[in-house]
């Protein structure tokens, strides 16, 4: 194996990906409820249906990622190939999600348009997320701080695109409606968010040529299909309880996110303050993420680090039911929940390519890629489950477009908004401390051996990749 000097600047381009894809998943995340009921006018129950409908095809075809990636084989490499081709699909399909349509257009119609576009956008992230997420291990090799240093980088990326879509979002849209019309701004949100996708994409692509070269015919007699990797799951309890927990965890974040629109509008009574709020947190979870995976989790260590973020934001979840309509002290609660957020989150996805390491070791399969697939089946639960709360609970406690809440109903929504996800998340730290015992220097000693393994099955002894200045400090 060649060696590669993993510099500050491909730490970087890695990270900025997260920035680019993490735009349009946020915007879907947070508005796709909103902009179907209130904007599209489908009922709370047809988006709840529809939603369900099109997240269950995306949550079959997220085991199907890592086979696909792992046996068929681009020509401008193994991994490389789907960066270039996917963010194509991603992007017609987040812009058919957030297509204008007004009350004279067929519901079938409206229906049919939101399923595809959910769909495209979707299986285009998926095959974009899991060969990205594979390329990691290859950037770094077996030294886990250059490791931790991709995830940290990429976890700032998303942070800061969190800041971007929450600071203007909701005042671009709200001058749309005024310019052109009620339905077109988030569609031009849309259109704009998914353009960087393109750049990093091709940054991606471009630091990695080394290690993913093009035209190489690459053997598939390690690699996975879907029945082993279910199977594995079973087998490796680390990457099981991974799942069941991280799923939790999403669905939490999940009901919260679908149904904050609702909140400003109907509880608070001030869409616009939502931008505000939003962007207060956001500028502190900016900061969290230059200094709290550095100086705190690494110390704390993955294991620890994800039972106390998620019981802090479990907690403080369930303490926002308090408020009311007090936003001021809810954006505080939210705040301190994410800075314990990130004791866990800079990990990103080596909790699972830890797992998957230890089952390699343990077992001669390799799981890693797959692993990086499986990573975001916990991210699609959280929107399949997730979303259908969030929008069967709007449902069930009688919410209509452009009602008033009385204090009745504000009791029901806040109930759905905080407490359920509170709760949940609590669950989610209990599973996982209960079943994941993986250490960080277990973790290392395992990518070690293998990583020394696929040395001498290649020829001869080659150094690790090197981080050019330390990332630690």
């Known amino acids: 194996m060649q060696k590669t000097t993993l510099t500050q600047g491909k730490i970087t381009a890695y990270g900025f990906l997260l920035f680019t894809t993490s735009l349009p998943a946020m915007l879907q995340m947070m508005y796709i409820n909103v902009f179907m009921t209130d ?12 939603l369900l409908i099109a997240r269950i095809v995306d949550f079959i075809f997220g085991f199907l990622a890592g086979p696909m990636v792992e046996k068929i084989h681009l020509p401008w490499g193994k991994y490389r190939s789907w960066l270039l081709l996917m963010r194509w699909i991603a992007m017609v399909g987040i812009i058919l999600e957030f297509v204008p349509s007004g009350r004279g257009t067929p519901l079938a119609l409206k229906v049919a348009i939101a399923i595809v576009g959910y769909c495209f956008y979707n299986i285009g992230m998926s095959l974009t997320v899991a060969p990205y997420y594979a390329l990691g291990p290859m950037l770094a090799g077996d030294d886990m701080k250059a490791r931790m240093a991709l995830s940290a980088r990429g976890q700032m990326f998303m942070t800061a695109s969190m800041l971007i879509v929450s600071a203007i979002t909701v005042p671009f849209v709200t001058a749309m409606q005024a310019l052109v019309s009620p339905t077109m701004g988030y569609m031009v949100c849309a259109v704009i968010y998914c353009i960087p996708l393109v750049i990093g994409c091709q940054l991606v692509n471009n630091i990695s040529r080394e290690v993913d070269p093009g035209g190489v015919k690459h053997e598939a007699k390690n690699t996975v299909g879907i029945k082993e990797m279910v199977a594995a799951m079973g087998q490796n309890k680390y990457l099981l309880i991974l799942i069941i927990a991280q799923a939790l965890t999403n669905i939490a974040s999940n009901v919260g996110s679908s149904i904050g629109s609702y909140y400003w509008i109907y509880v608070v009574g001030n869409f616009l303050l939502m931008s505000l709020a939003s962007t207060i947190g956001m500028v502190f979870s900016l900061i969290f993420s230059t200094f709290v995976p ?57 909790y699972f390519i830890d797992a998957a390491e230890a089952h390699l070791y343990k077992t001669g399969k390799d799981l890693r890629t797959v692993a990086a697939a499986l990573y975001g089946i916990p991210l699609k639960l959280g929107f399949m489950f997730g979303g259908a709360i969030a929008s069967y609970g709007l449902a069930a406690i009688g919410y209509e477009a452009g009602m008033v809440f009385d204090p009745a109903m504000t009791t029901k929504f806040l109930t ?31 990518a070690k051996a293998n990583y020394e393994k696929m040395i001498a099955a290649q020829g001869g002894p080659a150094p690790a990749p090197a981080v050019e200045e330390k990332t630690e400090e």
């Open 39 to 50: 904007f599209a006018m489908i009922p709370p129950a047809v988006v709840a249906t529809t």
């Open 294 to 350: 550095r100086v705190f989790a690494s110390r704390v260590g993955k294991r620890k680090g994800m039972i106390i973020g998620l019981l802090a934001m479990g907690i403080f979840g369930c303490l926002k039911f308090f408020c009311g309509a007090n936003w001021p002290i809810m954006v505080v609660f939210n705040i301190v929940a994410s800075f314990f957020g990130f004791f866990y989150s800079g990990f990103g996805a080596n």
């Open 416 to 446: 759905l908004f905080h407490i359920i996800p509170g709760a949940v998340m609590i669950i989610a730290a209990i599973i996982f401390a209960i079943g994941y015992n993986l250490t960080d220097e277990q973790a290392a000693m395992y």
